[in-house]
């Protein structure tokens, strides 16, 4: 497997939370979150497909969100752009299988990063206790194994893999 860097060297992925429904969403940051999540993802992949092309493989991991699985209240525009990610893999995924170059996402729920460090302790409380079927939030170190592993397996395109505690399964 693919060396999986430590906690401490783990580093983030663009973006950030968009605040608002549908009606009062600002415009610009709807914008603006299709700049970091989509066209951002869109403007790498065209840039180093070509030199994956020649080599005949690669692989290309995006990064979603379980939010965009299932939405969050008062944050349509990321749930959105988060949950077109995946078909991006997907879309991608079949346009490059010829060329052995294979293309994944990754869904992480709540994992302990400066995305969470806003909620409040009672938020927090509330996640680990009814929202993750696990009891627990995730780390960096486990969404990089699960990273590595997309990168090491050469038979694995075109997927999602959500981890997050079992947090999407849930109903309520």
């Avoid at 906690?7 to 940051?29: F, K, N």
């Avoid at 969050?72 to 949950?83: D, E, M, N, R, W």
Wanted: hydrophobic letters at 40%; aromatic letters at 6%.
């Amino acid at each position: 497997m693919v060396g999986v860097p430590k906690l401490s060297e783990a580093r983030g992925s663009a973006g950030g939370g968009v605040p608002g429904t549908l009606l009062d969403v600002d415009p610009q940051a709807w914008y603006r979150a299709f700049d970091v999540h989509i066209h951002a993802a869109f403007h790498l992949c065209r840039a180093s497909i070509p030199l994956m092309k020649r080599k005949k493989e690669g692989a290309i991991i995006l990064i979603s969100s379980a939010a965009g699985l299932r939405g969050c209240p008062g944050a349509f525009s990321y749930g959105v752009v988060k949950g077109a990610l995946p078909q991006f893999a997907r879309a991608l995924a079949r346009d490059l299988g010829d060329d052995n170059i294979r293309v994944n996402c990754v869904s992480p729920g709540i994992i302990r990063t400066r995305f969470h460090d806003g909620l409040t302790p009672e938020q927090v409380k509330n996640n680990i206790e009814k929202r993750i079927p696990l009891h627990r939030e995730g780390t960096t170190q486990e969404v990089a194994e699960v990273i590595a592993t997309l990168v090491s397996n050469d038979f694995i395109t075109g997927e999602n893999v959500v981890i997050d505690g079992g947090m999407s399964m849930r109903i309520v």
